[in-house]
């Protein structure tokens, strides 16, 4: 007679599946860690079926580890199933390598086997009748020897075969994607929220997260009601089942003797938050008792943390029912917030002491200064700006989770960062800090200043803290920085097995380096983020990493965009590219030169009837396509992605190689469309540099992306800023953002973007000053119109990851929504995809969609949807049509061939981008009418004209600034000035003014200064001392035009004595002194 078994319904399909499950029951009583054992086997190879599903190799360790680590890493599995696996892992490790079983540990093992089958058929099986109403049933005691001996060999029998079942399982999920009504990774997950886990099941899943984080802990055996179990010196001990009065505490944390927290703990379904009253409750009820230490407080509560959780990890959707729920009782006023994950005894520990109002006051009795000085970081005026601005956020905030300042690439958010850090532990506002980067490179970028730059008193921060490296996957306790990636921190915390996880205290402090990062529509993923399915999956993992821990979170961006605030909030300080440019810290660019061709002008069009020639990438050769039916047309921003552009290229790269000479030390970084297209390029410039008579050598022109080998990405970077070659650099997004080399002179865009953050962050590779290059300006040529494309674009697009969010879940969405207004909002977002998708359809598909639709067309189907929308019943319609939405879902446009546009290009001209002109001669009479037709509106203006030695530094920059915000900069005035006279002088905004209003000679700054300290020198006899000083006068004026009694005390003269050391020096009169040179300065122009 054949034993009825819970396995049952896995048979017809999952026939090997089914024998191990049944060959668990049957030990159950006579052998339970055999029993155990059979069913770890079971949860092995349920796991190796669904990775061979999907085609994912998990290695030729074929240990039960990998196997969750790679379900995990791809998202296959819910967490509830992921956790159900993990308990029947760690059972059935005991049972295999100590003998250790019961049978209530078995039948334990073979429930949470019997939840993962059912979820697995739900999921996965074409025949699915009747299973969902499946109830587990305790296993009967049966003779079952003779069954089990039938039913080893038959096992036995089934490993033989494993080979073709893995075949058999590849075909059902082939077969489960070609039925376009169904996503068995969505049905997964439905079918895993309907998966209940009692008490017990929870509890496993806590013991082995409270593990992970430093508590020894198992409810089993270390429980104060069944075992007596008590704390001991020196051990952290969460102790199951602690008496509190009349009740029982679900767990006990205690860190040696010291009772620090209580947990209660409820079976998975369970509203979360309301036990916390319980874990109050019990806190007030605990009575004292000769092995433990109760912590003295205020009040009736007797234990400092309470936490109340189901095990299930936190939704923001859902916060009362899931995560882990925390009350610091010591004080009245706090309330219960929640965590993402468990704190460690080492965060409670700290939490006991830790008072931020102490921090607060040694931050505000710790003066600045030494952050200031020229021996240690010497940080600018708005680096100071910026610290301040974190500090009195925390002190007068404390409650502010996250903030984010803005600081233009290049101003050294770096060293602000440095000082910041510096100055939080050194006041212990804050015990560790985690320095968050996305790419190695930024991270030992970040490292060197941290390990090398003095900041007080000649020390570095590592000569007074201890650092934590990228190779260091934990910090130590004293540990106060921790300088981490990403992609590291990602892996220790969600890819981690059994073996130990950051706690969520381990860092009360983030720094993210680039916050920005998530918002590029069209990046190639290089190769930091491999361990990444696609850029929305890094964005979230990089979401779920600054979530995690119980910290302030600080980002630093240069280009703040929505997601960016969504995240962090607004900037509570920003120094911007135009602020750094006024202030002469970063350099400003030349209007840039536009490339027109008759291709980037016109499009490409293929005329009906006309056969282009492809190249089929399924094949990799190039084929001449049939007579196309309809005219095809494709612009600017498809060249090198849809189509290939081989002669455009060809034109542009010839035109470049007249303005770009890669013999000297100025340096060109070009950015290609993809990999392929950066390989074009680079033979294409050496081919036309060589034709231009340039003596090159092969590595002066060099790729640098993600798929270069050797030399590596980083070594090609390094020697890009240290060494004479490469020259010119062509690269796709790896030297987009982070990368520091000053030496880039010339930028060169070759493809379109879609992101302005991501504009931003190429324009400043090159905003850098270059002492040895004497590097006052930078220029961009431009052969996809970016430029112009780029100013009508705000730097404020939404994130869109919501793009690639697919139909069904957002439709399974509407189940969480809790009012009618957020169901409008997905409906419209469901329309507005759907109208997307509904263009790519292409006409072969009509048939099919409409036997989905009920005969509709896409056009009418959307209309209905709008109909029903009208009436108040969208969501029901929405939901009653899923099938369509499956069916959408599922349709990807796969094209195999790319066009190439082989036709001959023609260059039309090179342009410059004025903004409000392209015309030099047009540019320069604007000027001259904003000037004439305002000099008594602008009082600037007319300081300069009529008494300029007056002009104060303030007042040249207000007027800096607002004839910035009209479209008139030095930049573009010297640019014009050069294209309409074939003058390069180099004049600064002072002497175009006067040159416009009142008829001066046009002569450069370099010469006025210099004429002006001629003269001046011949006044009158100077010593030797005061011949010093006006060698530094002539020098700061070279920098920054005026030069006034209170710059005197600022650097560079501060530090030589200030004012009263130069004023020493010229008898009194320095004053005077300073009267004379302004006079001499402007007295050739009056």
Not at 783 to 800: G, T
Request: hydrophobic share 35%; net charge negative; aromatic share 10%.
């Amino acid at each position: 007679m054949t034993t009825k078994t819970n396995f049952d319904f896995l048979i017809e399909e999952y026939s090997f599946l089914a024998n191990l499950g049944k060959a668990a029951e049957l030990y159950v009583y006579s052998d339970p860690a055999a029993s155990m054992t059979k069913t770890r086997t079971f949860g092995e190879k349920l796991c190796q079926a669904l990775l061979d599903m999907f085609g994912i190799d998990y290695g030729e360790k074929k240990q039960f580890n990998n196997y969750l680590r790679e379900i995990k890493k791809n998202d296959l599995a819910p967490t509830q199933v992921v956790d159900l696996l993990y308990t029947i892992k760690n059972h059935g490790n005991l049972a295999v390598h100590d003998d250790d079983g019961n049978v209530d540990k078995a039948i334990t093992c073979l429930l949470s086997a019997f939840k993962c089958s059912k979820w697995f058929v739900l999921t996965y099986a074409v025949k699915r009748s009747g299973v969902e109403e499946l109830r587990f049933f305790k296993p009967v005691k049966v003779d079952s020897s003779m069954e089990l001996s039938d039913l080893n060999k038959r096992i036995k029998d089934w490993e033989n075969k494993y080979i073709d079942l893995q075949k058999e399982y590849k075909l059902k999920f082939k077969n489960l994607q070609v039925d376009k009504s169904r996503n068995p990774i969505e049905d997964g997950r439905r079918f895993a929220s309907k998966i209940n886990l009692s008490e017990a099941e929870t509890r496993k899943i806590i013991d082995r997260k409270l593990a992970q984080v430093g508590w020894e802990v198992d409810s089993v055996n270390l429980n104060y009601k069944k075992n007596g179990t008590l704390p001991k010196a020196g051990k952290y001990m969460a102790i199951a089942e602690w008496k509190c009065g009349r009740g029982w505490s679900d767990y006990a944390l205690f860190c040696g003797k010291e009772l620090l927290g209580l947990i209660e703990a409820k079976r998975y379904g369970k509203d979360v938050i309301s036990d916390l009253s319980q874990a109050k409750e019990d806190a007030i009820n605990l009575e004292e008792a000769e092995d433990i230490q109760l912590i003295k407080m205020n009040g009736n509560v007797r234990v400092p943390f309470l936490f109340a959780t189901n095990g299930r990890d936190f939704h923001p959707q859902l916060p009362t029912k899931s995560g882990i729920w925390f009350l610091d009782s010591r004080v009245k006023s706090n309330i219960a917030e929640p965590l993402k994950g468990w704190m460690g005894p080492h965060d409670l520990k700290h939490l006991l002491k830790f008072d931020a109002n102490i921090g607060d006051e040694s931050l505000k009795k710790d003066s600045i200064e030494y952050l200031k000085s020229e021996n240690g970081l010497w940080l600018r005026y708005y680096q100071i700006e910026a610290i301040q601005a974190v500090e009195e956020l925390l002190c007068e905030k404390p409650e502010t989770k996250q903030a984010l300042l803005a600081m233009a690439t290049g101003t050294g958010k770096t060293r602000t960062v440095l000082g910041l850090a510096y100055r939080l532990i050194k006041a212990k506002r804050f015990k560790r800090i985690l320095f968050l980067v996305d790419r190695k490179s930024l991270g030992e970028q970040a490292l060197d200043s941290f390990v090398d730059v003095p900041i007080e008193k000649i020390s570095t921060f590592e000569d007074n803290y201890d650092i934590k490296k990228l190779k260091d996957r934990f910090p130590d306790l004293e540990t106060k920085l921790h300088v981490s990636t990403v992609q590291g921190l990602v892996q220790r915390l969600f890819y981690s097995d059994n073996g130990q996880i950051p706690s969520v205290g381990a860092y009360d402090c983030i720094i993210v380096d680039e916050a920005h990062r998530g918002y590029i529509l069209d990046k190639e993923i290089d190769e930091d983020q491999l361990g990444f399915k696609d850029q929305k999956d890094y964005m979230s993992k990089y979401k779920m990493v600054i979530d995690y821990f119980d910290a302030f979170v600080l980002g630093l961006t240069a280009t703040p965009a929505l997601h960016t605030i969504e995240i962090f909030g607004k900037p509570i300080y920003r120094y911007t590219y135009e602020q750094a440019v006024l202030d002469d810290f970063l350099i400003p660019y030349e209007p840039p030169y536009l490339l027109k061709t008759e291709q980037n002008t016109n499009g490409v069009t293929w005329k009906s009837g006309d056969k282009p020639m492809a190249y089929d990438k399924s094949e990799d050769k190039i084929v001449e396509l049939d007579a196309l039916e309809d005219e095809i047309s494709f612009e600017i921003e498809h060249f090198n992605k849809k189509i290939l552009t081989p002669e455009f290229n060809k034109t542009i790269v010839k035109e470049l190689c007249k303005f770009i000479n890669p013999e000297k030390k100025e340096k060109t970084l070009v950015f290609a469309a993809n990999d392929d297209h950066a390989d074009e390029l680079v033979n294409l410039f050496k081919i036309e540099f060589k034709e231009a008579g340039y003596d090159i050598e092969d590595d002066t022109v060099m790729k640098i992306t993600g798929s270069v080998v050797k030399p590596d990405p980083q070594q090609r970077i390094t020697n890009f800023k240290n060494e004479d070659t490469p020259n010119v650099v062509v690269t796709v997004d790896l030297l987009t953002t982070g990368i520091d080399v000053p030496k880039i002179c010339n930028l060169v865009f070759m493809r379109r973007v879609n992101s302005r953050i991501l504009y931003e962050q190429m324009i400043g590779r090159a905003t850098r000053k270059c002492e040895s290059l004497k590097k006052e300006i930078f220029r961009i040529f431009d052969a996809v119109d970016i430029y112009s494309n780029m100013q009508e674009v705000s730097s404020m697009q939404p994130m869109v990851a919501k793009q690639s969010q697919n139909f069904a879940s957002m439709i399974e969405e509407f189940d969480l929504m809790e009012t009618n207004e957020v169901v409008d909002k997905q409906i419209k977002q469901i329309l507005i995809k759907y109208n997307r998708k509904k263009k790519r359809l292409p006409t072969t598909e009509l048939e099919s969609f409409q036997s989905i639709s009920g005969g509709l067309t896409p056009d009418q189907f959307q209309n209905e949807i709008q109909k029903a929308q009208d009436n108040g019943d969208g969501q029901m319609y929405i939901q009653e049509n899923f099938k369509v939405f499956k069916y959408l879902d599922a349709y990807k446009n796969k094209e195999n061939v790319i066009l190439i546009a082989n036709e001959e290009d023609k260059l039309l001209s090179v342009e410059r981008d004025y903004d409000i002109t392209v015309s030099g001669e047009d540019f320069l009479n604007k000027f001259q009418d904003f000037v004439i037709n305002n000099p008594n509106h602008i009082a600037a203006v007319t300081t300069i004209c009529k008494s300029p030695k007056e002009l104060d530094r303030v007042s040249l920059k207000e007027l800096r600034v607002l004839l910035k915000q009209n479209g008139f900069s030095k930049e573009r005035l010297n640019a014009a000035w050069t294209e309409t006279k074939n003058q390069d002088i180099g004049a600064d905004i002072i002497s175009f003014i006067r040159t416009m209003a009142l008829g001066d000679s046009l002569i450069s700054h370099e010469e006025r200064i210099l004429s002006a300290m001629s003269r001046v020198r011949q006044q009158r006899k100077w010593d030797a001392i005061q011949k010093k000083w006006l060698d530094s006068f002539e020098k700061q004026l070279l920098r920054q035009s005026i030069l006034k009694i209170e710059d005197l005390d600022k650097n560079p003269f501060a530090k030589k004595g200030g004012v009263r050391i130069i004023n020493k020096a010229f008898d009194g009169n320095v004053e005077q002194v300073l009267d004379l040179i302004s006079d001499e300065l402007y007295a050739q122009l009056a």
